[in-house]
T-cell receptor, first 112, second 119 residues
Framework: DAKTTQPNSMESNEEEPVHLPCNHS???????IHWYRQLPSQGPEYVIH???SNVNNRMASLAIAEDRKSSTLILHRATLRDAAVYYC?????????????FGKGTSLLVTP | NAGVMQNPRHLVRRRGQEARLRCSPM?????VYWYRQLPEEGLKFMVY????????ESGMPKERFSAEFPKEGPSILRIQQVVRGDSAAYFC?????????????????FGPGTRLTVL
């Protein structure tokens, strides 16, 4: 799988937008960009995924660079409950299932 | 709809004992994945199973570890003769089979994990 690079940690104030970057310069044409997050003492949960176009859902937005070598997860209004480790993962999608390779992710701290 | 269930949530074993971790996938899900998370690290994939079949075990240690997902009942991750280095959080995830092409997305739903401590 292609490698991703994320900052170790970021900090945000509550109610402000947060932009979490991910670099993936060796991404292949069939790699989807997945984001999962892991709250303290819990299992990871899916956030969003995309291939080429920007994506929005109720949790976040995903902005993908035109050359696909980087992407940004956007939390529009951070809350204290968004404090978690955010993982950017590249993986082809198969309808028969596939493993996810988590790196170290970005630890997001949200302060009131 | 109950989520992925794992038990026990905490397990303590002495060196040399066996550890059995159970995972019940979400209703309707036929794919199960096991991941291990060492302290201060990200999750590492171990094994991917469908009912009665191991699809990908590229992340499983060659010795002492085994996994199964029988036709009936939960998936089991079994660790024989545990050592201190096996102390970690073990997460199970499940997903459903989707129809259609590669653009279909089968999100993985994770359980709360089993925290194994080897004394």
């Amino acid at each position: 799988d292609a490698k991703t690079t994320q900052p170790n940690s970021m900090e945000s104030n509550e109610e402000e937008p947060v932009h979490l970057p991910c670099n993936h310069s060796t991404i292949s044409g069939t790699d989807y960009i997945h984001w999962y997050r892991q709250l303290p003492s819990q299992g990871p949960e899916y956030v969003i995924h995309g291939l080429t176009s920007n994506v929005n859902n109720r949790m976040a937005s995903l902005a993908i660079a035109e050359d696909r070598k980087s992407s940004t997860l956007i939390l529009h209004r951070a809350t204290l409950r968004d404090a978690a480790v955010y993982y950017c993962i590249l993986r082809v999608i198969s309808n028969s299932g596939y493993a996810l390779n988590f790196g170290k992710g970005t630890s997001l701290l949200v302060t009131p | 709809n109950a989520g992925v269930m794992q038990n026990p949530r905490h397990l303590v074993r002495r060196r040399g004992q066996e550890a059995r971790l159970r995972c019940s996938p979400m209703k309707g899900h036929s794919h199960v994945y096991w991941y291990r998370q060492l302290p201060e690290e990200g999750l590492k994939f171990m094994v991917y199973l469908q009912k009665e079949n191991i699809i990908d075990e590229s992340g499983m240690p060659k010795e002492r570890f085994s996994a199964e997902f029988p036709k009936e009942g939960p998936s089991i991750l079994r660790i024989q003769q545990v050592v201190r280095g096996d102390s970690a959080a073990y997460f199970c995830a499940s997903s459903q089979t989707t129809s259609g092409g590669a653009s279909s997305y089968n999100e993985q739903f994770f359980g709360p994990g089993t925290r194994l401590t080897v004394l």
